[in-house]
C-alpha cells in the first residue's frame, strides 16, 4: 500500500450542525415549495452527488428548482463552514500526521467546489494531504475521480477509506480495497476492511 484516499462526510469530519442552519436559511424562501430540513436530513443524503441529493430531499418540486434550491444551499454552506468549521472525528490531526509519515493521502468526496479547501483552511490540515478531487470540479463520478487522483499522482496501490455503500461502490469501480469507517454515516453490504473509530486506522495500517 502507497496511500489512503479518504472520503471526507461521515470519515473525517461531521458538518451537519453548520450545513443545516445554512440550509435552513435558504429553504426558509421557499416556503410552500420545499420544506426544512433536519440533521438527519442532510446525514441521509452524505455520499450522493448533488443533482441526486436534491431529488432525494426536495421529491415533489421541479428538477429546475430543486438544483436551483441545491446550488444556493452549496453556496451557503461553504460560506458557513468557512465561519465555524465543522466537528472533526477522533484525533484527526494525529492520526493524520502518524499516517503522511508513511503514506501519501488524499480527500475524494462527492460535494461541490470549494467545499473541500473550507474542510483543509478552516481546521489547518493542507500539509497532511497531496491532492484531492469532487465533482464540482471534474463533473465526474466520485469512481472516476478517485481513478483520476490515482493516474494523477502515479498511486500503485492506495486504499479508500468511507462510510456509504455509494463509497463502497466507487472503490470497487477504481479497482482498489475499501476500507469501512463504522463510526460514519452510512451502512455497506461489504467491506475489505473496518474500523469503528478514526483511530483504528493506526491500528490497521
Not at 22 to 48: P, R
Not at 145 to 161: A, K, Q
Request: aromatic share 12%.
Amino acid at each position: 500500500m502507497d496511500s489512503l484516499i479518504f472520503d471526507l462526510d461521515g470519515t473525517l469530519w461531521d458538518s451537519t450542525d453548520v450545513v443545516v442552519v445554512g440550509w435552513n436559511s435558504v429553504l426558509s424562501n421557499y416556503q410552500g415549495v420545499a420544506n426544512a430540513v433536519t440533521k438527519e436530513d442532510l446525514q441521509g443524503i452524505m455520499g450522493l452527488q448533488v443533482y441526486e441529493a436534491g431529488q432525494k430531499l426536495f421529491p415533489g418540486v421541479d428538477e429546475d428548482t430543486q438544483q436551483k434550491i441545491m446550488r444556493e444551499c452549496c453556496e451557503i454552506e461553504n460560506l458557513f463552514l468557512a465561519k465555524a468549521g465543522g466537528s472533526l472525528y477522533g484525533s484527526l490531526e494525529e492520526v493524520l500526521q502518524t499516517l503522511s509519515a508513511k503514506y501519501k493521502l488524499f480527500i475524494v468526496s462527492n460535494c461541490q467546489a470549494g467545499y473541500i479547501e473550507v474542510f483543509l483552511e478552516y481546521h489547518q490540515l493542507q500539509k497532511y494531504f497531496t491532492d484531492y478531487e469532487n465533482p464540482g470540479r471534474t463533473g465526474l463520478s466520485k469512481g472516476e475521480n478517485i481513478r483520476l487522483v490515482m493516474e494523477r499522482n502515479h498511486l500503485s496501490s492506495p486504499v479508500y477509506v468511507g462510510d456509504t455503500e455509494g463509497d463502497r461502490k466507487a472503490a470497487a469501480f477504481a479497482g482498489i480495497p475499501f476500507v469501512y469507517a463504522q463510526y460514519g454515516f452510512g451502512e455497506v453490504s461489504r467491506y475489505d476492511y473496518s474500523v469503528d473509530r478514526l483511530e483504528g486506522l493506526l491500528e490497521l495500517f
